[in-house]
């Protein structure tokens, strides 16, 4: 049989605490554990964010580095482009006449101009001639 309870005394359970002070300690330290949780979540959630943020700062070197390699490349080609444009360029120049050619053509032209002059005042065909 049970043991009866003092006249006046309420029997005590384990779900709720004797005296005010107690629940106040019990509801302290269920305060702090939740504050302890948040805290870990905050400081999990901070990693993922430092993981995260290290990532990109990796990604945006790698794109950084592709892209000055694309620049090079580009200019490579532009580079290429105009070395093309010049060495054809440069083989156009090559077939055009010479300073000597061109010296023998002004005089040879210059003669031939004379001597068509003369002729056209020899035989009276001098009306062709411009005044």
Not at 4 to 33: I, K, Q, Y
Not at 64 to 69: E, V
Not at 85 to 90: H, I, K, Y
Request: proline share 5%; no cysteine; glycine share 6%.
């Amino acid at each position: 049989m049970r043991a009866a309870a003092a006249p006046g005394s309420l029997p005590e359970t384990a779900a709720s605490p004797a005296t005010p002070a107690a629940a106040s300690e019990l509801t302290g330290r269920h305060g702090v554990d939740q504050l302890s949780r948040i805290e870990d979540k905050a400081a999990r959630i901070e990693e993922k964010y430092a993981r995260a943020e290290a990532l990109l700062q990796r990604l945006e070197a790698s794109v950084g580095t592709a892209t000055s390699r694309m620049h090079h490349v580009a200019s490579h080609a532009d580079l290429m482009a105009v070395r093309d444009q010049v060495t054809a360029t440069a083989a156009r120049v090559r077939r055009l006449p010479g300073l000597t050619a061109l010296a023998l053509t002004a005089i040879v032209t210059s003669l031939l101009t004379a001597a068509l002059v003369l002729v056209l005042q020899r035989y009276g065909l001098g009306w062709v001639l411009p005044r």
